[in-house]
Structures are given as structure tokens and as C-alpha cells.
């Protein structure tokens, strides 16, 4: 199994950028998808975006999308580039990692890190 480490998370105001990373461990990486997801306080857990290791193939939700940037450092890292933060982008993020598909159907993530929060103000 793979083990995930985020980092990265804090408070930030509204607009500003912030990067996350998550860094794995374990396995072999070829053939894996890294994702990330989220959970608000009060809500279900959501995807966010994903990548393949392999194919820097990206998947983004669409709340997301053109905000954030998924990406890869290497083979066991990557990142999360967050712009033009909004106060409902505040959350719990988690890393996630399956094979071989990307997809945005949670219950298909094989290992998750333990979530890093991530605060925007108003």
C-alpha cells in the first residue's frame, strides 16, 4: 500500500494562492493516480482534482477548474496549486492514491493521507 503525507495547508485570505503537496511512500509508483480531495465542515467529502503519474493526465472538479492546478514532482510527489482562493474553498484537503484510472468516485481510492486544513478568510 501507499502511504501519503500531505503539507502545505494554513490560513490565507481571500484571493490569495496557496500550495499544497503530498508525497509518497511505499509501492511501486508506476501506474498511479494521485488525487485530491476535500471536506468543508458540515459536507460530504468531494474530489477536487487528480493526475496519473505516468500520463500527467488531469481530472478537475468543476469548482475548480481554472483555480487550480494539479501537478507532478517527479514520481511520488505532487502538487496542488490553489489561486484566487475563495472563503468556500475552506476545507480539510486529503491526498488519495489508486491505480490505474483516474476517476472522481471516492470509494475507489486505495490510500489516503490523513488531510491537512486549509483556512481562506474573508
Known amino acids: 500500500q501507499v502511504q501519503l503525507l500531505e503539507s502545505g495547508g494554513g490560513t490565507v485570505q481571500t484571493g490569495d494562492s496557496k500550495s499544497l503537496s503530498c508525497t509518497a511512500s511505499?509501492?511501486?509508483?508506476?501506474?498511479?493516480?494521485m488525487a485530491w480531495f476535500r471536506q468543508a465542515p458540515g459536507k460530504e467529502r468531494e474530489f477536487v482534482a487528480g493526475?496519473?503519474?505516468?500520463?500527467?493526465?488531469a481530472l478537475y472538479s468543476d469548482s475548480v477548474k481554472g483555480r487550480f492546478t494539479i501537478s507532478r514532482g517527479g514520481t511520488k510527489t505532487v502538487y496542488l496549486q490553489m489561486n484566487s482562493l475563495k472563503p468556500e474553498d475552506t476545507a480539510v484537503y486529503f491526498c488519495?492514491?489508486?491505480?490505474?484510472?483516474?476517476?472522481?468516485?471516492?470509494?475507489?481510492?486505495?490510500?489516503w493521507g490523513q488531510g491537512i486544513q486549509v483556512t481562506v478568510s474573508s
Open positions: 488519495a492514491a489508486k491505480r490505474p484510472f483516474i476517476t472522481r468516485d471516492q470509494a475507489q481510492y486505495e490510500s
Open positions: 511505499g509501492r511501486a509508483m508506476s501506474s498511479v493516480v
Open positions: 493526475m496519473t503519474l505516468k500520463e500527467d493526465s
